[in-house]
């Protein structure tokens, strides 16, 4: 988890994206276009707010419910998650930065889908670990408001969140509120609009969905974003999400 400079790094120019990208193993992209690794197969492209679109694709060889997902900024992809049934998110790639995290598991408050369509909330406590072995310490929890949107056909449904990560001392390196939304098909996180704070500041950030394509519709699996690229807006974007975007 990063500092204000360090997410707008991360999504913004992606200085050493060829390295990174080589040394995952990740998938090539055509310009414009994206093309899931072998044994794998995409399911749904998000268009959002904030000049940012995401690429979801599923494989053969994982875990049953393991889900990818891609995202790409105007420059190019620039981020890759992998979660699992409940969302948890168990290992993500910064293309930019060249790191890669994974989940420690077990996790002392698991991140849990399910909970939250049965009871209206879920709290949740986990690490992650870096490659360098950095441990990093998430807390906090998801609810859903009661709002819905019908987008590209499918019914979404907003939530309320508020994520932190603190140090082994309990002080607060990031703190992250606002709004997000969820797809019971897919069982998936999609972003929304909130607030990032930390000891430089707060900076606040809006990538709402905007368009959900979905293979046969024009768009799929594109790697162009289409809202708010030439705006101000466009270099104010997302922190790296705690699960999904997704």
Known sequence: MKSIQAVM?????????????SAFGLPAFAAGNFTPPK???GFLTVQMHGCMVSNHYRCEGDPKGNQWRIDFNSDGPVFVSRIDYETQWLESFDLGAGTHDVLKQPSKDPASFSDLLKTGKDTYDFETVTDGGKIQHITGYDKLTGKTKVLGGETLEQTQFDTKETGADGKMIWHSTGHEW?????????????????DKGKLPYDNTPMLLLQKGQKGFMSTTPEFDCNSVMSSL??????KAVD
């Open 39 to 41: 044994g794998c197969t």
């Open 9 to 21: 790094r991360q999504f913004g120019l992606p200085a050493g994206l060829a390295l990174g990208l």
């Open 237 to 242: 974007v997302r922190p790296t999400p705690k």
């Open 182 to 198: 969820i797809s019971r098909k897919w069982r998936l996180f999609l972003a929304g609009a909130g607030i990032w704070q930390d």
